[in-house]
């Protein structure tokens, strides 16, 4: 399969109750005019970007049922789902965020629990 820039991310499987988000792309300057040098707003403590991928949900564990001990016991896993979705505006936590670099891009994989809003664009 050769990697192309629609399907490149088609291959990663994003696990449990994570999200992978590229950042929004900064403000160049601020309210006032002045203009800010690349990496000031990086250090910040809560950063945007949108949700490119999100995994499954947070497992939940099925009951067991030892009543018939023969039968061939396959891991049926539910799951919650998350209430983050791909396509939504995130804002986030830095520390609570991983940075990862993937065919030359960076992105941060994030817990939903660092998640502290959510801009979606469909009405509720």
Do not use: C, H
């Not at 949108?50 to 564990?61: F, L």
């Amino acid at each position: 399969m050769q990697l192309t820039s629609e399907n490149k991310l088609k291959k990663l499987i994003i696990v449990g109750d994570r999200l992978l988000i590229k950042l929004k792309k900064p403000n160049q300057k601020t309210s006032s005019g002045l203009y800010l040098p690349p990496g000031v707003q990086e250090k910040d403590k809560v950063q945007q970007g949108y949700i490119i991928k999100a995994g499954p949900g947070y497992p939940i564990p099925l009951p067991v049922e030892d009543d018939e001990p023969w039968k061939d016991q396959a891991e049926n896993v539910k799951y919650i789902p998350l209430q983050a979705k791909e396509g939504d505006l995130a804002i986030f936590l830095l520390n609570g965020a991983f940075e990862v670099m993937y065919e030359g891009e960076k992105y941060f994989i994030v817990p939903q629990s660092a998640i502290l809003m959510l801009e979606r664009e469909e009405e509720l």
